[in-house]
């Protein structure tokens, strides 16, 4: 695979990133399987690994350090921290110094390893000030124990002020953001991907697949999969919604298209996200060895404006289908006591 480069980073990373959130009980219990996932992902040249302190609860990035015994040193390793990681203690979560302090030494036990190449606070805490999360990070760059770190579906003013604080107050800086991206979803074109770009900052988007619905099971006529994913998200899925009525109208387009141009929908997918200016690499999350194989080729794959433009008349640009697959709600729009005096 032809290497990127993350970001201003000087650091190269494969055109697909290894996500591992459904190795564990949220997607493939069997630890030695998932191991020979990862292994297979390593050796067709992938070397760019992506997980979470909260898919399952650990227990992913538990897997991921089995699979990394011996190959630790050239694999770029992400792991993010702020969801909730007990259901007792109220600490446990967040972007606190207190916490994350705790956590990153967690993830580093869980993953068996003595440095983190890219650490990445997963969503934004609204209670919690950017300074003090910029501040604690930029000491766990300063200690070693991480090298970089990033942001994961974080608003674009959000990322602006994370920037200028740095600056004001001598903080490292986030040099990569993780969105949700995909053919379906593809809201953050317009500030979140041109802000990225401005700051020099890596790419990394989750669900280029859109949880799915990308993988040409989701076609008219056809019985809608059951998942663990419909299960723990069942807004993202429900067909009585108008929204996931017109996702499926416009998966079902593209995968005539995909048939047009002579590519699975997967590839077509996958190429579609990697080709965008801003974008270091798509994250591929693979439950079995069947998912991985089908997902490799799309790094070889480019797309013609022809296809680029008859995507665009799919799904506009900058147009999220179902705001539900934003992945974040600003807590002005969830809390309605913020909106009422």
């Not at 390793?77 to 007792?88: C, E, G, I, Q, R």
């Not at 089908?294 to 433009?309: E, I, M, P, R, Y």
């Amino acid at each position: 695979m032809e290497m990127r480069t993350l970001g201003r980073t000087g650091v190269k990373v494969s055109p697909l990133c290894l996500g591992a959130m459904m190795f564990g009980q949220w997607g493939n219990p069997d630890h030695d399987d998932s191991v020979r996932i990862i292994h297979s992902a390593l050796d067709a040249g992938i070397n760019f690994v992506d997980t979470a302190d909260v898919y399952s609860r650990g227990e992913s990035e538990e897997i991921v350090g089995k699979a990394l015994v011996g190959r630790r040193d050239s694999v770029v390793l992400a792991t993010k921290v702020h969801a909730p990681m007990s259901d007792d203690d109220p600490n446990a979560q967040g972007n606190s110094r207190r916490w994350i302090t705790q956590e990153v030494d967690n993830s580093l036990r869980r993953l068996q390893t003595d440095w983190i190449d890219l650490y990445q606070v997963h969503r934004p805490s609204p209670d919690t000030d950017i300074d003090e999360t910029l501040g604690v990070l930029t000491d766990l760059v300063r200690a070693g124990k991480i090298r970089y770190f990033g942001c994961s579906t974080f608003p674009a003013s959000e990322i602006v002020e994370a920037h200028w604080t740095s600056e004001r107050r001598g903080r490292e800086r986030f040099v990569t953001e993780q969105p949700p991206y995909s053919l379906l979803v593809r809201g953050i074109e317009r500030e979140v991907l041109p802000v990225a770009e401005r700051y020099g900052m890596g790419v990394i988007p989750w669900s280029p697949l859109a949880g799915g619905w990308l993988t040409g099971k989701y076609r008219k006529g056809q019985d809608i999969p059951q998942s663990g994913r419909a299960e723990r998200m069942p807004a993202r899925y429900d067909l009585s919604l108008p929204e996931n009525q017109r996702k499926l109208d416009a998966a079902e387009a593209l995968a005539v298209l995909a048939e047009e141009a002579g590519l699975s929908l997967i590839h077509l997918a996958l190429a579609f996200v990697a080709q965008h200016p801003a974008v270091t690499a798509p994250i591929i999350g693979p439950r079995t060895m069947e998912q991985l194989e089908s997902q490799l080729g799309a790094a070889d794959v480019k797309l013609s404006s022809d296809v680029l433009d008859r995507i665009d008349e799919i799904v506009p640009p900058g147009t999220n289908i179902a705001a539900a697959d934003a992945g974040y709600q600003p807590p002005s729009l969830a809390d309605a006591s913020l909106r009422r005096r």
